[in-house]
């Protein structure tokens, strides 16, 4: 069946990460309230559990084309978690997460403290937004650009997802020079403007992207139909 | 008493309640989240925040009754009731926390005690003036009448 059909019929999951059974009830209805479909669990490694994190996985790490599109069909299209937690921080989820082949899938970290140094090695290490607690639906609302760059992606197979992830770097590159002012709503007032250009940039790839990524699918549905 | 009157009470107790400082925007971001599919949203999340708070004040009783305090324990505790008083938008409460917060670096049992006690003080107070204010709205809808929202702290 069409990934392309799956993915724009079903609403976009989102696994909501947190210790706090009040913050997870907020959180989820936060989501809710914008039409994601939710998951919450309220630790790291039951987050990895249910993104299909296993021993087998972990030694075949990108041997597939075909394991991280399982992974887009279970459906988590978005992970947001709380930093502080027992064991496995949201940081360590992080980190495990982008280091492995999770590391399509946008995460975003939620902290009740604003540590700035925090926040920039959260950033350093590809999480896209850092939100103070609490979370409100304004907040809620920047988490659209990531998932539909997400989308676009996941439609492709393993030759797009390289030419993405050159995108990706020089779009990580930009955001790097930028860190720790624009992704958080820490200044909740200078963000929105810095916010701005930041996403016109990335509207800018994402044409660009969107028409080379569009072509390319064209062109291996032709070979696969008649080559 | 008459619809209007009780909206009128309603609204003025909970006006109250933000400029003294109970409530802060945060409840306001609650109430928003509440629609006709989800009519017990605020009801629901503060009673689970009651349950947790008096779950985590035990706790710090008898945390702080050790013979040898464990300051970190105490500290992981109390970070974790400021988290939920501040998702809540219990100010007050939020605010005692920080306050327990500094004296547990100082590692001062005694400052310790008195945050402690200053902490279930505000605690027992917000959870008297919800409640209260949890009866007015159920006065309103059993006259028939809807829950008015604040509008100037969202």
């Known amino acids: 069946m069409g990934m392309a059909a799956a993915a724009s019929e079903s609403r976009f999951h989102v696994l909501a990460v947190d210790d706090s059974l009040i913050d997870r009830k907020l959180i989820e209805r936060l989501l809710k309230t914008s039409s994601y479909q939710v998951t919450t669990v309220d630790s790291g490694c039951k987050a990895l559990e249910f993104l299909g994190w296993s021993e087998e996985e972990r030694s075949n790490p990108t041997e597939t084309s075909v394991s991280p599109n399982i992974h887009q069909e279970l459906g988590v299209n978005l992970v947001i978690t709380d930093y502080c937690m027992p064991g496995m921080t949201g940081y360590d989820l992080l980190k495990k997460m982008k280091s492995s082949y999770l590391r399509n899938i946008p995460v975003v970290i939620m902290s009740s403290e604003h540590v700035p140094s925090r926040i920039n090695r959260c950033l350093e290490e590809g999480a896209e937004e850092f939100f103070l607690k609490p979370v409100r639906l304004s907040d809620v609302n920047k988490l659209k650009p990531h998932l539909m760059r997400t989308k676009f992606k996941n439609i492709m197979g393993n030759q797009e997802r390289e030419e993405s992830k050159e995108e990706e770097t020089g779009i990580r590159t930009q955001k790097q020079q930028n860190v720790g002012l624009n992704k958080s709503n820490a200044m909740r007032k200078s963000s929105d403007h810095e916010g701005l250009s930041l996403d016109g940039l990335r509207q800018k790839y994402s044409g660009f992207t969107v028409i080379t990524l569009l072509l390319s699918l064209v062109f291996s549905l032709c070979f696969l139909i008649f080559g | ?154």
Do not use: W
């Not at chain 2, 917060?101 to 100082?106: K, L």
């Open chain 2, 1 to 154: 008493m008459e619809v209007g009157q009780l909206q009128r009470s309603f609204l003025e107790y909970i006006a109250a309640l933000f400029r003294e400082g109970f409530l802060d925007g945060q409840f306001s971001q609650l109430q928003l989240l509440q629609d006709e599919s989800n009519p017990d949203f605020v009801v629901e999340v503060v009673s689970l925040f009651f349950e947790d708070s008096e779950r985590l004040l035990n706790d710090l009783t008898k945390a702080l009754d050790q013979q040898n305090v464990d300051f970190i324990k105490i500290d992981a505790h109390v970070h974790q009731l400021k988290g939920s008083s501040s998702s809540i938008g219990a100010q007050r409460v939020k605010n005692a926390c920080i306050t327990f917060r500094n004296c547990c670096d100082e590692r001062n049992i005694e400052a310790c005690l008195r945050c402690l006690q200053e902490v279930k003080q505000e605690y027992l107070l917000a959870k008297t003036k919800l409640e209260a204010l949890f009866r007015l709205e159920q006065q309103i809808v059993a006259a028939g009448g809807a829950i008015p929202i604040l509008d100037e702290f969202s």
